[in-house]
């Protein structure tokens, strides 16, 4: 059986190398089960769980379900976010073992959800005809015939679904609303990465937003500060102390408070916001300190910061 990474389940615990994973043995929390329908979107629920952190594995039999919570006891993302599984009629004869399954693992794991995805039967054939994929229950009969099967095979783990999402007529877009405002317990499911930077050395490739803060009064040119970072007080009170800093400030906080919470509603995985100064040891290094301040109040366990250039030599 191989994952989504890639890897073998005894891979994900032991590492390519085959060193033990270095994280506590907390156990998994959470685990999403996807099911459904052939062509109703199991595989794009899956990449949206899978990016907002949670392990994801395609096509398990149900009965290995509580075994693989097990082994990854030990997995950073599993314990951390949680296990998507898609168990669906791909697996024959071994769906019979779904509720005794369901049973174990709701005994095992505190929090455990069965996400059932449908659409019309029209939809589902225009779906299959447009990627002239073959229904996995098509056999002898057209694919109409492998839906009504199909539907007659999942009666049973449907009657146990904690969610039914019909994408009949939702878009990309719909379905990853849905499903993180379900799962997830709103739709905000993904972080702010704020990093600060030195131009001199180049911005970073994957910023969101980017913002050049050179404008601002550089305390390099002061001998008291030259050997300061940002993240020294004395360096972010000369900053701030200038007219045209606190202006600035105050226009930023407004648009930063309006575009952070959109793009995490959109399922985004990760708002990254850039600050640069010259050489990003001391302006670039402020501000971003003041913006990780400002998100971490409304985002406690998704904002993190990063300073990249704050080590190198400044001279130039």
Known sequence: ????????????????????????????????????????GKSTALKVLEDQGMFAIDNIPPALLSQLLLLLEKHRAAVRN??????DVRGDTLLDDFPA???????????VSIVFLDASDEVLLNRFE?????????????????????????????ELADM??????????????????????????????????????????????????????????IPSLQSLSGKDKAVQSHIW??????????KLVPLLDFIAP?????????L???IGCTGGRHRSVAVAERIFSFFKEAFPTACSLKHRDITREQGW
């Open 241 to 250: 102390s200038f007219a045209e800093a606190k202006e600035f400030w105050e």
């Open 164 to 221: 039914v999402l019909d994408t009949s007529a939702l878009s990309l877009h719909e379905i990853r609303k849905k499903l993180l405002s379900k799962l997830c317990g709103s739709s905000t499911g993904g972080n702010i990465l704020i990093t600060s930077f030195g131009f001199k050395y180049g911005a970073p490739a994957d910023c969101d937003f980017l913002f050049d803060v050179r404008f601002l009064a550089n305390p390099y040119y």
């Open 1 to 40: 059986m191989r994952l989504e990474s890639g890897l073998t389940a005894e891979e994900s615990i032991s590492g390519r190398g085959g060193h033990p994973v270095d994280i506590e043995n907390q156990g998994v929390k959470k685990c999403v089960i996807l099911t459904g329908m052939s062509g109703a």
């Open 262 to 270: 959109l793009y995490l509603a959109a399922g985004k995985p990760q």
């Open 82 to 87: 949680g296990v998507a599984a898609v168990v």
């Open 130 to 158: 447009t990627t002239r994929r073959r229904h996995p229950l098509g056999g002898e009969g057209g694919v109409l015939d492998g839906i009504a099967g199909e539907r007659w095979r999942l009666k049973p783990i449907l």
């Open 272 to 274: 990254h916001i850039g």
């Open 101 to 111: 399954a369901i049973i174990a693992l709701k005994a095992q794991v505190p929090e």
